[in-house]
């Protein structure tokens, strides 16, 4: 056989390993779990609705603010909740706005603080977490929900959330909000983003009883008070770029229990209307998810190759060259990875045609990893918003932390 063939071949193994022995990464099921039989009352709800403090870090967030502050305020909870929304050092009048969109709106009360600059070791995102964490503890809530600027929820989210904690025994339920899909861009990259996620960190193998993964998303975690304290949260993670993976992981040391899954409810607003802009948004931080280490580089990118590109490379020149089993092993790869990607194209309302551009997307978020090590090393990777980041073991005095592949944590 071919060289072309080999590779054509290990490229369709690990397609089908991927389809049967990756925790059914593809499958699109795992949605907020309803209440056990004979947990709670009648219904599905819980016994009592615990209190509960919606925390928000903003940083110059004032264009999606009016999109997604109101959805918070207007919460159908029927238990005690207000919201705290931490300025974190904005210039475009964040903190204002939240103000006279709470005085507009009405519904749960707003209370709007100021982080002040981070303090060495801490990122912003954690360091505006820790000031909103500390007055909602004051308030003695039983849960916090910590929910990032640019993430619109539906009036029932919040009490959704606490019924699935509270009947379920957990400590962390997130979400990933369903990102905004409008322009041409988005629909070619954003579905894969999440797709790449799930792969990374499938949701069947984070939810089992006996986990084999740890993982969260940001946007939306909501986090029983309690176990926080229990974890330390966020002094234990104060210096993670990207910090949902990092809370999850202190949460479960801790002995909390975690789900993850995909939002019905939960949307975020803000717009990645260009390529370059999705282009930053992955290259600010892909790196970190590799520990910033060459190797782990070299075999990303080798593994993204033959996982991706391969397979219609192998058909095509198989076809050309009369190459008949590099032709059949690609086209099969091709088909599989397409099917594999076809749920996450139903759940974001996208057309089936996208799936066999699956390697193109693939190879874009290749350049855009190699990329994020380049800003890496010339001292700019880790920005966002006017801050830069160094690598968490070249911060004196702190203690390296554990970073994922994904979205910052600013």
């Known amino acids: 056989m071919s060289t072309l063939a080999w590779f054509a071949l290990a490229s369709l193994a690990v397609w089908v390993w991927l389809l049967f022995g990756q925790g059914f990464f593809w ?9 056990p039989r004979g947990a709670g009352r009648a219904g599905g709800e819980p016994d009592g ?12 967030e004032a264009a999606v603010l009016p999109l997604s502050l109101p959805s918070l305020l207007a919460q159908d909870y029927p238990g005690l909740a207000e919201v705290i929304l931490v300025d974190d050092g904005s210039t475009d009048g964040t903190g204002r706005l939240a103000a006279e969109l709470a005085a507009r709106c009405g519904g749960l009360p707003l209370t709007v603080v100021s982080a002040g600059e981070p303090e ?18 004051t308030r003695g809530p039983g849960f916090l929900l910590l929910t990032d600027a640019d993430i619109a929820h539906e009036p029932d989210s919040l009490r959704l959330l606490v019924s699935a ?10 979400q990933m909000a369903r990102l905004r899909v409008a322009s041409p861009w988005e629909r070619l990259v954003v579905p894969a983003f999440v797709y790449f996620f799930a792969q990374l960190y499938p949701f069947r193998w984070i939810n089992r ?20 304290v229990a974890a330390d949260v966020p002094e234990a993670i104060r210096q993670a770029v990207i910090d949902d993976v990092s809370l999850a992981r202190a949460v479960r040391r801790a002995g909390g229990r975690i789900w993850l899954g995909l939002a019905e409810r939960v949307d975020s607003v803000r717009p990645y209307p260009g390529l370059g802009d999705l282009w930053r948004m992955v290259a600010r931080s892909a790196y970190a998810q590799l520990r910033h280490s060459p190797l782990l580089l070299l075999g990303t990118v080798a593994g993204l190759v033959l996982v991706y590109p391969v397979p219609p490379l192998a058909l095509s020149a198989g076809v050309v060259r009369g190459d008949g089993v590099a032709a059949w092993a690609g086209g099969a790869a091709w088909a599989v990875m397409a099917g594999t990607y076809l749920p ?10 996208l799936a066999p551009l699956l390697p193109f997307t693939a190879f874009l978020y290749l350049l855009m990893t190699v990329d994020s090590a380049v800003r ?20 004196t005095g702190a203690a390296p932390g554990p970073c994922r592949d994904g979205a910052p944590g600013e």
């Open 27 to 35: 499958r699109t099921d795992q949605r907020l779990p309803s209440a």
């Open 49 to 60: 609705w615990p209190r509960v403090a919606v925390v928000v870090p903003a940083r110059d």
């Open 120 to 137: 060495p070791g801490w990122t912003g995102k954690l360091w505006a977490l820790r000031s909103g964490m500390a007055l909602a503890r």
């Open 165 to 174: 904690a509270e009947t379920n025994g957990l400590d962390l339920v997130s």
């Open 209 to 228: 009883p006996r986990p084999l993964a740890t993982a969260a998303a940001g946007g939306c975690v909501l986090l029983r008070t309690e176990t926080a």
């Open 344 to 353: 996450m194209l139903r759940y974001y309302r996208q057309p089936s045609w």
């Open 376 to 395: 890496h090393y010339r001292g700019v990777g880790a920005a966002w918003k006017g801050r830069t980041y160094a690598r968490p073991d070249a911060i």
